[in-house]
T-cell receptor, first 111, second 111 residues
Framework: QKEVEQNSGPLSVPEGAIASLNCTYS??????FFWYRQYSGKSPELIMS????GDKEDGRFTAQLNKASQYVSLLIRDSQPSDSATYLC???????????FGSGTQLTVLP | KAGVTQTPRYLIKTRGQQVTLSCSPI?????VSWYQQTPGQGLQFLFE???????NKGNFPGRFSGRQFSNSRSEMNVSTLELGDSALYLC???FGQGEAFFGQGTRLTVV
């Protein structure tokens, strides 16, 4: 079964620290990778997309992709209490057209 | 630009009833996907429509069905509701196979 796995958490970091979220996927044919943020009781919000190996930066967020090792990560620099949420890794695997989601990592940023 | 709109936001139904949920995608997006989110199973793919055609279907029973109209609006229907169908139902729209944006979801409670 093709899967997307995330560290289960919960993850707690102090305000101002770097939060590191990791995700691995099983299908080597995967081409598109996404990170979503979901606040409690809300719907997922797209925060990063990455399609090629390397780093992609957007403000305080950096997505990293390593297709050879089949992992994708999200770094949040200068973490803020407002970053406290569940972060979902999603992958479009092979020729599929749907997103396959990991189970999410709950992040808490402590003031 | 308006986002993805789902109606209704909340529903309470009785076992055995049926329900229809609606989704209006972002203008210009022709792909609409539906997902079910529960605490135990996470986000699971239901089906995806593109230009009024179902292109992909997840592993859900036939009680779950959907359709897409010529204006890209989509509906999903669940017949003979079961208690286990209680969930947050999310619709996502995308342009091609790129980034997917979610609506606010419909919270369905089956009693």
């Amino acid at each position: 079964q093709k899967e997307v796995e995330q560290n289960s958490g919960p993850l707690s970091v102090p305000e101002g620290a770097i939060a590191s979220l990791n995700c691995t996927y099983s299908d080597r044919g995967s081409q598109s990778f996404f990170w979503y943020r979901q606040y409690s009781g809300k719907s997922p919000e797209l925060i990063m997309s990455i399609y090629s190996n390397g780093d992609k930066e957007d403000g305080r967020f950096t997505a990293q992709l390593n297709k050879a090792s089949q992992y994708v990560s999200l770094l949040i620099r200068d973490s803020q209490p407002s970053d406290s949420a569940t972060y979902l890794c999603a992958v479009i695997q092979g020729s599929a057209r749907q997103l396959t989601f990991g189970s999410g990592t709950q992040l808490t940023v402590l003031p | 630009k308006a986002g993805v709109t789902q109606t209704p936001r909340y529903l309470i139904k009785t076992r055995g009833q049926q329900v229809t949920l609606s989704c209006s995608p972002i203008s210009g997006h022709r792909s609409v996907s539906w997902y079910q989110q529960t605490p135990g199973q996470g986000l699971q793919f239901l089906f995806e429509y593109f230009s009024e055609t179902q292109r992909n279907k997840g592993n859900f029973p036939g009680r779950f069905s959907g359709r897409q109209f010529s204006n890209s609006r989509s509906e999903m229907n669940v017949s003979t509701l079961e208690l286990g169908d209680s969930a947050l139902y999310l619709c996502a729209s995308s342009f091609g196979q790129g980034e997917a944006f979610f609506g606010q979801g419909t919270r369905l409670t089956v009693v």
